[in-house]
């Protein structure tokens, strides 16, 4: 089993930053992406970052796309999600994820940490 653990989460101000981070432990040997979703109340669930623990290449989705940037210490087995320019929109819960595959469903998956912008 895969236990995946978010933390950075907070409140800022239009304009600021945060940085997430999410540390994978357990049998992590094969994990081949690591991701951040998030979920605004009344909204579902979407894909925001993804990188390819092998590679290293990236996937953001459009809103984020400039903002935020998605990193890796494989050493750590952690991802980072360091977000810029953080408008009232990007506030959600945000849930770290992992997989083994390169595709489909993502099977481990942590609590989430809020994100909360004000304007």
């Known amino acids: 089993q895969v236990r995946v653990v978010e933390s950075g989460g907070g409140s800022v101000q239009a304009g600021g930053s945060l940085r997430l981070s999410c540390a994978a432990s357990?049998?992590?040997?094969?994990?081949?992406?690591m991701g951040w979703f998030r979920q605004a109340p009344g909204n579902e669930r979407e894909l925001v970052a993804r990188i390819s623990t092998g590679g290293g290449s990236t996937y953001y989705a459009t809103s984020v796309k400039g903002r935020f940037t998605i990193s890796q210490d494989n050493a750590k087995n952690t991802v980072y999600l360091q977000m810029n320019s953080l408008k009232p929109e990007d506030t959600a819960m945000y849930y770290c994820a992992a997989d083994r595959r390169l595709f489909g469903a993502w099977d481990y998956w942590g609590q989430g940490t809020q994100v909360t912008v004000s304007s």
């Open positions: 357990g049998s992590t040997s094969g994990l081949s992406r």
